[in-house]
């Protein structure tokens, strides 16, 4: 059992797994033909058939029925409110196979011509009462029984008194925040605590404004719509569901990284040896001091960030995204690059620090102003 | 014999049920859409629907069971209130009575987990909205209310989770009003917050700025426990349903449920 623990806890390292995740992803869902054909040739959409869900929800069953017999597991998976997450990474496999295996049917039969499955005569309707209203009424009847169980077997967690002088190591916000607590590992709190926040916000609330394509409005579709479904999977899936995951179960005392068959020592150390680009350039390449003028002392940083949004823009218009940018426009064009970019910059960021122990790419300290 | 009623019909054709259900028990065709047409809640639906939107694999009655666990939460949320005092000196001891003392005390439990499976049914019926397109014209807007509807839902789970006023409680709330003291120019400790000033006077300090606004104090205490009750209880309650009602309406003015054409 011992390799098998350590197997896990190696894997489940966030640089390890995020970076499996971030890679094997676009294998899963293609968004080119080029990924389509590797995903039909390494056979990964059996992932969408029956077989394909019962062989994952049993392997995830397995992995938590075994892996609760550890005693440092159980300590953090039933932990009460870690529940729901539990039930969460279940609930999320099972309904993007549901979505998924309904718009694999649907792309066999648009392939061949034919309306999708969710085509009827229009002429034929049914009645809401009772087609509908059953349905209804058997869903929240279910639904408050399920919450009734999870009510009388799981008391809901209550701590000791709220106490100002005594914080506990570690603070967690709420389990649905911990995504953008994870993204703080990253980025100063300016950025990943109100203007990421807010970006994904507005992000979300563009997006029927930004994807004209007119295909699979009212059915299970991929084939057509893959680079839309692609982009929104990333980000969900990705950089917030695997963030939670990664946030509730895996992050111990000083946001130290914790395998989940791991002790949670509290005197576990992490070298501290993150330095800033402007360190690395001046210090180490040119072997001088830091100017002391901020513009000077930060110019490659601006350099690099302005740089990232103003040369990979007409970049991409020319090249991969040729066709969005004449869909697009200008202004929306504009608006779809600087969410794709500001998307991306989180594993860049990611990447820069497991790399190269980069803090920030632009530290002004002095106006709180860190990127 | 045969013409003699029993209780249930004689009732059902009494004046008080006639006066109460017009259209009578849904028995003809005509009943069952009169039904729905004349009762305020079912009118929520249409009287007919295309075949496949009353199937549970194309709705998964997400955006429903999400509408029905705020209501739960609604009703075990005003239960609660009885009970529970927003004060530090009683916020505690109200929690441990909820449980040890009230009857059949599982009411904490059922908003508390009723929360979770909320934010989580939100999440999905998204979800499920973007894998069926449902958010292509004529239905874009009502994509973004549902947006905003999901981030007061998290807002609403957010300010509820101070409420207990333990540890878990307190040091939540703390680190995400870390956040809004590093909010850009109205944060004290964000960047452009040092613009605001005169001379050597900052309009923007730690007793005004984003996190103070928040909490009602430099720290979560007493003031940030009657804050996040208030906003808890009625201010966000209050938008949620107005929005609410938006995205109902809109769902049937933009055309009813998606479906292919």
Redesign the interface.
Known sequence: MEPFKNFIDVLTQPTLMLTLAMFTFPFFFPMNDWFDKWNRRLRLNLLWTKAGLIAVIIGLTLFFVVGVQDAEFRLIMLKP?NV?IV??IF??YF??W??MK??SDNDKLLSTGE??????D?D??????????Y??FI??IL??CL??V???G???????????A???NP???????LG??EMLVYF???L????FPTII?FG??A???L?K?????????FKN?RLA?SI?MFG?IILWVLLIIIGTFLRGPNWNFFGPFEYWDIHKLEPLTNINLSEIIYIKLFNTGLPSNILVREIFGFIVVFGYFLVFPPLLAKTVLKRIYLQLGNFGYGVFVFLLLCMLSLPIKMYLRWIFNLKYLIA?PE???NI | MSDKKNIFERFGESQVWKSIFRSGV?RT?RQ??M??LNSVF?HL??????????K???T??MG??TF??FL?LTISGILLMFYYRPT?EYA?TD??DL?EQVPLG?M???????A??M??TT??HM??V????????P???N??IG??L??LT?LL??TG?LL?????????I???G???????FV?H??????LLSIGDINFINMGADAKFALLGGR???EAALLRFYVLHCIGLPFVVMILMAVHFWRVRKDGGI????
């Open positions: 409110d729901p039930g969460l609930l999320v309904f993007m549901v979505s309904q718009a309306k999708p499955n969710e085509y009827h229009p034929e309707k049914v009645l809401v009462w009772p087609d509908l209203v349905v209804e869903s929240l639904c408050m919450l009734l999870w009510s009388i799981l008391d809901a967690p209550l701590e000791e008194p709220a106490n100002p005594a914080t506990p603070s967690k916000a709420p389990w649905y925040f953008l607590q100063d709190p300016w990943a605590g109100v203007v916000i979300l609330m997006i029927p404004y994807d394509n007119p295909e699979g409005s009212g059915y299970y579709q719509r479904i929104y969900w002004i106006y709180f102003f | 849904p065709r069952r859409m039904s729905v079912l639906h249409p009287v007919r629907l295309p075949r496949h939107a009353v549970l694999k194309f998964w009655c429903g069971l029905f666990l739960v530090a505690y929690m441990i449980g599982i904490r439990e059922i908003h508390r987990w009723g979770h499976a934010v989580i999440w999905l979800f499920r973007f894998m069926t397109g449902s958010y292509k014209p239905r874009e807007f994509w973004s947006v905003l999901l981030v998290l789970s957010f989770y207990p006023w333990d540890q878990l409680a307190m040091w939540a703390t680190v995400g870390n956040m809004a003291r590093a909010t850009p944060g400790e964000g960047p452009g917050a040092a720290f979560v205490g998606s479906g292919p054409t």
